[in-house]
């Protein structure tokens, strides 16, 4: 083959070879553009408001309790749930659903004093009390707390409150390698899950045994604990889901009888402060503060209970703020919350209606402590997350009233 000849042949290979390449490219489908993947970083959290806190002498009561409760803690977190100070007997079968609000009361003091040594407090024994958490997707929605054996409504619904309090004390949700916002809203999934077709709640679900709930176990507040969790959610998310969940369960509460709860309280202040009260909301809220009033005196006597006289004052504290932000009236409700303050610190150690004698080593272990009645020498957590919150409540309340 001459030269000429060969190169022709090659010209005539190339040309076969380009049209053939770009034809195969015509009927191939286009690959998508690489591009870059972002890194995936923690959103900003939603800052949370609160109140001012005014100095005084209620404020230093609150700190007090707050360094109690710190005291008697133990090395692995452990608050102390009932305690004898005339003999220094602990009580070994606690509530863990009043130990996980008695952490969420930690928070609290956290933000009243601007002190982080209370809020490592909290944080310790928030650590110890989530190894409590359960997940099983396969059996049940969301995550539970499991204590005494079953996982309780209220259980899931104080440990989001108890997050709630965190994040107004520390503005954040990160406990070591725990992500508090996303345990919060999987214990909101099971509070939702536990609602009944006609809008009101099963109370507990065994987790481990048959993951049902049971339909005979009864839990007092439980309902308006889980009213309050979901408006602590929308307030930490934003969420409008959490808020139109929450006016559904409010809308069930209000069609029930009106009693003492305070827990029914606090949600009506924080509807009032994220959102509002509707005229059928004002109602029963006043009608809840009427009920707490009215058993003032039988509630002033000195052979029952701090810890009910201090819920209370909590309610009427929350009705308060609750009413000021809705414009309603609110005043005539001071002089009733402080009868209540009169009388519970009247049993916050060294301080005590029972003529009883405190020596300094009492006093220098317990102080701060508020103890139940003159028949029974102990100090309860309840009835200190029952006074923290409450003086709280009502020391922002007295906030409110100067502006």
Request: with cysteine; aromatic share 10%.
């Amino acid at each position: 083959m001459s030269r000429g000849k060969t190169l022709l042949a090659i010209v005539i290979l190339l040309a076969l070879a380009g049209f053939f390449f770009f034809s195969q490219r015509e009927t191939q489908p286009t690959p998508p553009p690489v591009t870059a993947i972002p890194t995936k970083t923690q959103p900003p959290a939603r800052l949370p408001k609160t109140f001012p806190i005014p100095n005084g002498d209620l404020k230093d009561s609150v700190i007090a309790t707050g360094d109690y409760l710190v005291r008697q803690q133990l090395p692995n977190g452990e608050l102390s749930y009932q305690v004898d100070f005339m003999t220094g007997e602990r009580a070994y079968s606690p509530s863990h659903v009043r130990l996980i609000s008695g952490t969420g009361a930690l928070y609290t003091v956290c933000r009243v004093s601007k002190d982080l040594e209370y809020c490592k407090a909290g944080d310790l024994a928030l650590d110890h009390y989530l190894e409590a958490l359960v997940t099983d997707p396969e059996r049940f929605r969301g995550t539970c707390l499991f204590a005494e054996g079953i996982c309780p409504l209220g259980g899931a619904a104080l440990t989001v409150d108890t997050i709630y309090k965190r994040w107004q004390a520390a503005g954040d949700f990160s406990l070591q390698e725990r992500d508090l916002l996303g345990t919060a809203i999987e214990l909101g999934y099971f509070i939702l899950a536990m609602r009944k077709p006609d809008g009101g709640f099963y109370y507990a679900l065994d987790p481990y045994f048959n993951a049902s709930a049971d339909s005979d176990f009864y839990m007092t507040h439980a309902a308006s604990q889980s009213l309050l969790a979901l408006l602590d959610l929308y307030d930490m998310t934003g969420n409008e889901f959490w808020l139109a969940r929450a006016r559904e369960v409010n809308d069930d509460l209000i069609s029930q009888p009106v009693t003492e709860d305070h827990w029914h309280a606090y949600a009506f202040g924080k509807l009032a402060q994220l959102d509002s009260l509707s005229k059928a909301d004002q109602a029963y809220a006043e009608k809840i503060a009427q009920t707490i009033s009215a058993g003032e005196v039988r509630s002033l006597n000195p052979k029952n209970t701090s810890i009910s006289s201090a819920t209370k004052l909590e309610g009427l504290a929350a009705l308060a703020q609750a009413f000021r932000l809705s414009t309603l009236e609110n005043e005539w409700l001071d002089p009733e919350i402080r009868a209540f303050v009169t009388f519970v610190r009247a049993r916050q150690i060294p301080a005590n209606d029972c003529n009883w004698t405190f020596s300094d080593e009492i006093t220098d272990e317990f102080g701060g402590g508020i103890f139940n009645n003159c028949d029974e020498a102990s100090i309860r957590v309840d009835g200190l997350q029952n006074w923290i919150n409450g003086v709280t409540a009502y020391l922002e309340y007295r906030g409110m009233m100067k502006k």
